[in-house]
């Protein structure tokens, strides 16, 4: 397997400012980590055209971020299948429950 490096940028509210180095090593999560770059980029394009005169409508902004969070919540629910089956222990994000819960 060849060995990938991600770098995530983190919040300087989190952190020193420093950036972080994640070494992946499956193809699959360094395309994964492509598109979340990618998804982050248009995130933030998004959110600069809500509710903006010739920009995005809010119940549609509304509607996109919705989508995006059920794919989350279905690519953790194919963690928890992936990981029971190959023996790994999967922890999903607290943030992710949360919403699940909040939603019922």
């Excluded at 989508?67 to 023996?87: H, L, P, T």
């Amino acid at each position: 397997m060849v060995k990938k490096e991600a770098i995530m940028k983190t919040s300087p509210l989190m952190t020193s400012g420093k950036t972080k180095r994640m070494e992946l090593q499956s193809s699959l999560a360094v395309e994964m980590m492509h598109m979340v770059s990618q998804f982050d980029m248009a995130y933030v394009k998004l959110k600069s055209q809500w509710n903006e005169p010739g920009g995005i409508p809010k119940k549609e902004g509304q509607a996109l971020i919705e989508s995006a969070q059920q794919a989350v919540q279905e690519f953790s629910n194919f963690m928890v299948r992936f990981s029971d089956e190959v023996g790994f222990k999967y922890y999903p994000p607290k943030k992710l429950e949360k919403m699940k819960t909040d939603k019922i």
